[in-house]
């Protein structure tokens, strides 16, 4: 291996390495701002389940809702 190659790999794990310290911090930001719409008596796991469905759009959604609500409904839940 190449002096440039190694250089160019040790550059390329040190930003790796730095965006998992980012990622890590972002995480640990996240957990922080849960925990405080807990205490304000939020339930989190339905936060975390609003979060994921707003990724989505909007077709996806929909198509998501229609076939839980028809599995529901084949088992009698409706």
Do not use: H, N, W
């Not at 796991?45 to 409904?73: N, W």
Request: charged letters at 40%; a negative charge; aromatic letters at 6%.
């Amino acid at each position: 291996m190449g002096q440039s190659t190694r250089e160019q790999l040790k550059s390329t794990l040190a930003r790796v390495e730095r965006l998992e310290e980012d990622k890590k911090a972002v995480l640990e930001d996240i957990k922080a701002v849960y925990d405080e719409a807990k205490a304000f008596g939020f339930d989190t796991k339905i936060l975390r389940q609003v979060v994921r469905i707003r990724k989505m759009d909007r077709e996806t959604r929909q198509e998501q809702e229609a076939i839980l609500d028809l599995y529901l409904s084949a088992l009698g839940e409706t």
